[in-house]
């Protein structure tokens, strides 16, 4: 049986300046400085979309003193990996069904 792809999840990343954070985040733990720099966005900005995929629980943070780092949540990002393998495998089992027109 097919399990569902997470919509929510994959609206979540469809934003470019969401989906470019979570990005550089697979790279590496950053603070919301160091994604200013990468992404050129404002502060307020990059903030409004860090809550959004802490909210989602693709992100996690961690205080440091004064700075806030935000780390990826690879399990997640694997889950929805998983879905779509799991899409594409249903999808070549299914390249040769044809259901007959009435």
Do not use: W
Not at 61 to 66: K, N
Not at 68 to 73: G, H, I, P
Not at 77 to 94: G, M, P, T
């Amino acid at each position: 049986m097919l399990m569902s792809v997470d919509t929510d999840l994959i609206r979540v990343l469809a934003d470019p300046l969401r989906f470019q954070i979570v990005t550089l985040l697979a790279k590496e733990t950053l603070c919301t400085t160091h994604l200013v720099e990468e992404t050129g966005a404002k502060q307020t900005n990059l903030s409004n979309h860090l809550r959004v995929l802490r909210e989602a629980g693709i992100v996690d943070t961690e205080p440091c003193g004064r700075y806030t780092y935000y780390k990826l949540r690879p399990d997640v990002i694997a889950r929805l990996a998983d879905q779509f393998a799991e899409l594409a495998e249903s999808a070549r089992k299914a390249a040769d069904n044809k259901r007959a027109c009435p």
